[in-house]
């Protein structure tokens, strides 16, 4: 007997939800798991919010409605991915406390909401350390002399090319197995900043990992 689900995407700027960028990986990853796991998909609620703080849930309207709908046929939501829920412990609580269970496509049907919490730590936590390595090798790069005004832009832009590129090598080479397209889709819907701001491509990507040296596919 097929268990019903309501799905629930989430990309992070206008940009995203118009190019499709994200959401039709996201669709693509919940469809594949829900007909692997013979789930019947209800719903479908996009939303096109970032939405931080303390009333991130307020500014969430399609995931309100995902919750009513659960709540209503006493279902579960389904997502491809945790952090298309949120990138904040705070608010992968919260969500919690709303009743409503959560399956996540990434970690399977059996990663229970105390499971969530821990995943939802550790990816908190690994955006901290690429800040932190990225604001340490700055630091390094300015007590070697490295001027990083306006006086000497093109060289200050270089070295921080390769501080960012140094932060994102543990992330890097655990994705080295994946094509660079893939790898700058997956950077992208995690919202890992390139060093310009820029979207990541494919040859980003692979620019970033010649200079780190990691083979790419």
Request: charged share 25%; hydrophobic share 45%; with cysteine.
């Amino acid at each position: 007997m097929s268990v019903k689900v309501i799905a629930y995407y989430r990309v992070s700027t206008p940009r995203q939800g118009r190019s499709g960028l994200g959401l039709d990986a996201q669709r693509a990853a919940v469809r594949q798991f829900a007909e692997n796991e013979s789930l019947t998909i209800l719903a479908e609620h996009v939303e096109i919010e970032t939405a931080r703080g303390a009333d991130a849930l307020e500014r969430r309207p399609e995931l309100a409605k995902a919750l009513n709908a659960a709540r209503k046929h006493k279902c579960a939501v389904l997502v491809a991915k945790l952090d298309r829920l949120s990138r904040d412990v705070c608010f992968i609580s919260a969500l919690m406390a709303q009743h409503v269970p959560f399956i996540v496509a990434e970690l399977g049907r059996n990663a229970d909401p105390f499971m969530l919490h821990i995943y939802a730590a550790l990816a908190e936590q690994e955006r901290r350390m690429i800040s932190e390595r990225t604001r340490q090798a700055l630091a390094a790069a300015r007590e070697r002399g490295v001027v990083l005004g306006n006086a000497k832009q093109a060289l200050a832009n270089k070295n921080e090319s390769v501080a960012r590129a140094e932060s994102l090598r543990p992330l890097l080479a655990r994705m080295s197995g994946l094509s660079a397209r893939a790898i700058a889709a997956e950077l992208t819907m995690q919202r890992v900043p390139t060093v310009r701001g820029a979207g990541w491509s494919a040859k980003t990507v692979l620019r970033v990992m010649e200079r780190l040296r990691i083979p790419a596919q």
